[in-house]
């Protein structure tokens, strides 16, 4: 007979990886969501969140929108049909969209920049995508005192600094 008060087993749920460099070198002007054409292996690989989106941008080749150099680790249980890492990897979005935002990236200065991607209510891998335009050397400089200042009040509210 098995006891009442026994232990449950926690859900594991999906982990999101995050793209922290680009909020910190774009300005991130609007974001669009974007399914992921996938191998198997890949989900998961990102299920487990071994990808990295730091060095990976987004393009728009051949009416198609492609997101390029983002690694997704290979899973370590897969024995001969593992991924390439560093494969271009097709979004899907709706013509429309990818119309606009293929006209918007060709202005001076914008470009498509994956900011996160994780997995929706319905299980699917999604991609968000910003259109930001960079910051040039002072604007950095201005984002990290604003942080710094953030964390100074945060540290007085909380009591943990006297002055």
């Known amino acids: 007979m098995a006891k009442a008060g026994g232990k ?3 859900a594991i749920t999906p ?7 680009a909020r910190f070198d774009f300005a ?17 690989s990102l299920y487990n969140g071994r990808a990295h989106l730091t060095d990976s941008f987004c393009r728009v080749l051949r009416g198609e929108l492609w997101l390029i150099n983002a690694d997704v680790e ?14 271009d990897r097709k979004l899907l979005m709706h013509r429309k969209e990818i119309n606009t935002l293929e006209r918007k990236s060709l202005e001076k200065g914008f470009a498509l920049v994956p900011l996160k991607m994780y997995f929706n209510e319905k299980g699917r891998v999604k991609v968000l995508i910003g259109l930001g335009k960079g ?10 005192a604003k942080r710094d200042s953030d964390r100074e009040v945060a540290r007085v509210k ?4 006297e002055m």
Do not use: C, M, W
């Open 15 to 21: 982990r999101s990886i995050e793209n922290r460099k």
């Open 158 to 161: 909380a009591g943990k600094l």
């Open 74 to 87: 290979p899973y370590e249980k897969t024995s001969v049909f593992q991924h390439e890492r560093r494969r």
């Open 28 to 44: 991130i002007d609007s974001t669009y969501e974007a399914g992921v054409e996938l191998v198997g292996s890949e989900v998961k």
């Open 135 to 144: 910051k040039a050397h002072q604007d950095k400089r201005d984002t990290i």
């Open 8 to 10: 449950k087993k926690e």
